[in-house]
Nanobody
Framework: QVQLVESGGGLVQAGGSLRLSCAAS????????MAWYRQAPGKQRELVAT???????NYVDSVKGRFTISRDNAKNTVILQMNSLKPEDTAVYYC???????????????WGQGTQVTVSS
Protein backbone atom coordinates (compact mmCIF):
# COMPACT_ATOMS: atom_id res chain seq x y z
CA GLN A 1 0.00 0.00 0.00
CA VAL A 2 2.70 2.47 1.06
CA GLN A 3 6.42 1.91 0.72
CA LEU A 4 9.37 3.93 1.96
CA VAL A 5 12.59 3.01 0.18
CA GLU A 6 15.90 4.32 1.46
CA SER A 7 19.21 4.55 -0.34
CA GLY A 8 22.64 6.09 0.10
CA GLY A 9 24.15 4.34 3.09
CA GLY A 10 27.63 2.92 3.11
CA LEU A 11 31.11 3.03 4.59
CA VAL A 12 32.94 6.32 4.93
CA GLN A 13 35.96 7.61 6.83
CA ALA A 14 35.57 10.04 9.68
CA GLY A 15 35.17 13.56 8.36
CA GLY A 16 33.49 12.35 5.19
CA SER A 17 29.99 12.82 3.88
CA LEU A 18 27.03 10.69 2.90
CA ARG A 19 23.62 11.55 1.47
CA LEU A 20 20.63 9.43 2.42
CA SER A 21 17.48 9.49 0.34
CA CYS A 22 14.02 8.11 1.06
CA ALA A 23 11.17 7.92 -1.42
CA ALA A 24 7.59 7.25 -0.38
CA SER A 25 5.25 5.62 -2.87
CA UNK A 26 1.78 4.13 -2.98
CA UNK A 27 -1.71 5.41 -2.32
CA UNK A 28 -0.63 8.51 -0.44
CA UNK A 29 -3.10 11.29 0.21
CA UNK A 30 -0.92 13.59 2.29
CA UNK A 31 2.42 13.38 4.05
CA UNK A 32 2.79 15.40 7.21
CA UNK A 33 6.17 15.28 8.95
CA MET A 34 9.06 13.19 7.67
CA ALA A 35 12.02 12.17 9.75
CA TRP A 36 15.20 10.17 10.02
CA TYR A 37 15.92 7.91 12.97
CA ARG A 38 18.98 5.80 13.70
CA GLN A 39 19.76 2.79 15.82
CA ALA A 40 23.25 1.79 16.83
CA PRO A 41 24.04 -1.73 18.09
CA GLY A 42 22.83 -2.19 21.64
CA LYS A 43 21.11 1.19 21.73
CA GLN A 44 17.56 2.43 21.39
CA ARG A 45 16.32 4.00 18.19
CA GLU A 46 17.04 7.72 18.23
CA LEU A 47 15.33 10.57 16.42
CA VAL A 48 17.95 12.36 14.32
CA ALA A 49 16.05 15.01 12.35
CA THR A 50 12.51 15.98 11.41
CA UNK A 51 10.97 18.18 8.76
CA UNK A 52 7.36 19.32 8.53
CA UNK A 53 5.38 19.65 5.33
CA UNK A 54 6.08 23.36 5.51
CA UNK A 55 9.82 22.86 5.79
CA UNK A 56 10.44 23.48 9.48
CA UNK A 57 13.29 21.36 10.78
CA ASN A 58 14.60 20.02 14.06
CA TYR A 59 17.75 18.11 14.90
CA VAL A 60 19.15 16.14 17.78
CA ASP A 61 21.93 18.15 19.39
CA SER A 62 24.66 15.70 18.38
CA VAL A 63 24.14 16.34 14.65
CA LYS A 64 23.36 20.05 14.62
CA GLY A 65 25.60 21.90 12.21
CA ARG A 66 26.65 18.67 10.47
CA PHE A 67 23.42 17.13 9.12
CA THR A 68 20.77 18.77 6.98
CA ILE A 69 17.30 17.37 6.35
CA SER A 70 15.29 18.45 3.31
CA ARG A 71 12.31 17.22 1.35
CA ASP A 72 10.68 17.42 -2.05
CA ASN A 73 6.94 17.38 -1.52
CA ALA A 74 6.21 16.88 -5.21
CA LYS A 75 8.29 13.69 -5.23
CA ASN A 76 7.44 12.51 -1.69
CA THR A 77 11.12 12.28 -0.86
CA VAL A 78 13.22 13.24 2.13
CA ILE A 79 16.98 13.69 2.10
CA LEU A 80 19.53 13.60 4.92
CA GLN A 81 22.83 15.21 4.00
CA MET A 82 25.45 14.12 6.52
CA ASN A 83 28.75 15.97 6.67
CA SER A 84 31.71 15.78 9.04
CA LEU A 85 30.74 12.26 9.97
CA LYS A 86 32.03 10.74 13.18
CA PRO A 87 32.42 7.10 14.23
CA GLU A 88 29.59 7.62 16.72
CA ASP A 89 27.25 8.30 13.79
CA THR A 90 27.54 4.62 12.86
CA ALA A 91 24.06 3.11 12.91
CA VAL A 92 21.21 1.82 10.82
CA TYR A 93 19.28 4.86 9.60
CA TYR A 94 15.51 4.64 9.15
CA CYS A 95 13.20 6.91 7.22
CA UNK A 96 9.85 7.75 8.78
CA UNK A 97 6.78 9.41 7.31
CA UNK A 98 3.61 10.43 9.09
CA UNK A 99 0.94 10.25 6.45
CA UNK A 100 -2.62 9.58 5.43
CA UNK A 101 -3.43 7.20 2.61
CA UNK A 102 -6.05 7.76 -0.07
CA UNK A 103 -9.50 6.84 1.27
CA UNK A 104 -7.99 6.50 4.72
CA UNK A 105 -9.35 8.13 7.86
CA UNK A 106 -6.30 7.98 10.07
CA UNK A 107 -2.82 9.40 10.03
CA UNK A 108 -0.11 6.93 10.95
CA UNK A 109 3.63 6.38 10.78
CA UNK A 110 5.33 4.37 8.07
CA TRP A 111 8.94 3.18 8.13
CA GLY A 112 11.62 2.32 5.65
CA GLN A 113 13.67 -0.85 5.84
CA GLY A 114 16.80 0.90 7.09
CA THR A 115 20.18 1.61 5.56
CA GLN A 116 23.53 1.00 7.22
CA VAL A 117 25.91 3.89 7.77
CA THR A 118 29.38 2.99 8.99
CA VAL A 119 31.97 5.63 9.83
CA SER A 120 35.53 4.40 10.33
CA SER A 121 38.05 6.24 12.47
Amino acid sequence: QVQLVESGGGLVQAGGSLRLSCAASGSIFRINAMAWYRQAPGKQRELVATITSGGSTNYVDSVKGRFTISRDNAKNTVILQMNSLKPEDTAVYYCNANLRVVMGLRVRDYWGQGTQVTVSS
